[in-house]
């Protein structure tokens, strides 16, 4: 699917499945019908390069994040820009919606995540790193736990009532980019030079996926959690692998440099090649 003008940074499926929102360098957010695949949308308004969007669990809203270091948050039906949150600090890292939309974490270079409440669009909350530095991106599972990927090559399990540290992952990487949970919340993955998967009941490495030879990036598992796809950089490609027998069952070629991907909740994926989006059965 063609209309973005400049390379397509992240993107994000509703809830059912319907539509699918994609985040451009052109300082655009372009809404898809999936079926039809027609772009019904373009939100304007980021004065800067869009890094990525993000679906609130009830279809809503959608946060974008930019440049400029600030959060917007969309209506999806009005399609104008309803909020937009910063804190001063610079660059975000991708947000995350709380299981029942009312909550969105966003974190930032300095190592703290804010959470803001959707309804009041004030930041209510916050968790930070004694060490400080970027947040790379961070996750919220349906049982209220938020997981975050840090530049001290951390993977940090939080308590949403508490804001309070729960765990620690650390195991040798260059670097975790990003991280996704599964639906149930009890396995947490994440990409980078290695992908990784947690085990959130033992909160122990489960298993490492082998394959890519460079760095990964945007990772989503299926609903089921049978699946998991990850965008593979500079592999040039996309790879789903099975979560029972932990191996590559298809590869998705593409023709560049590819960090982005994304399962919806009828098995459908989304990747994107360069400027031109793509769609996956």
């Known amino acids: 699917m063609s209309g973005h003008r400049f390379q397509v940074n992240g993107c994000s499926f509703s809830s059912d499945g319907r539509l699918l929102a994609t985040a451009s360098a052109g300082n655009t957010v372009k809404l898809w019908d999936v079926t039809s695949h027609k772009c019904v949308a ?7 390069y869009v890094y990525n969007c993000t679906f609130s669990p009830d279809d809503t809203l959608i946060a974008s ?10 209506d999806v039906r009005s399609e104008r820009c309803v909020a937009t949150l910063t804190d001063d600090v610079g660059r975000k890292c991708n947000s995350a919606f709380s299981a029942d939309s009312t909550i969105l974490a966003c974190g930032n270079n300095t190592g703290i995540i804010r959470l803001w409440d959707m309804e009041t669009c004030m930041n209510v909350a916050s968790v930070e790193t004694e060490m400080g530095g970027k947040v790379y991106s961070c996750d919220i599972s349906r049982d209220g736990k938020m997981a975050s990927t840090h530049w001290d090559y951390t993977v ?15 195991e040798y990487s260059k670097q975790y980019m990003n991280c996704c949970f599964t639906t149930d919340g009890t396995l947490l993955a994440t990409s980078g030079d290695k ?3 947690w085990d959130m009941r033992t909160r122990e490495a489960a298993a490492t996926l082998k394959n890519s030879k460079h760095f990964t990036y945007q990772c989503s598992f299926s609903r089921d959690g049978a699946w998991i796809v990850v965008a593979c950089g500079d592999d040039r490609v996309v790879r789903i692998w099975d979560m029972k027998t932990r191996r590559c069952i298809s590869t998705l070629q593409h023709d560049n440099t590819v960090t982005v991907c994304s399962f919806s909740s009828n098995d459908m994926i989304a990747t994107a090649d360069a400027s031109i989006v793509c769609l996956w059965r």
């Open 42 to 48: 373009t939100l304007c308004g980021d004065p800067a």
């Open 65 to 74: 994040t930019a440049d400029d270091g600030a959060v917007r948050v969309w």
């Open 156 to 170: 940090r399990l939080w308590d949403m009532t508490t804001c309070k540290p729960i765990a620690v992952f650390q």
């Open 195 to 197: 992908i990784r998967l």
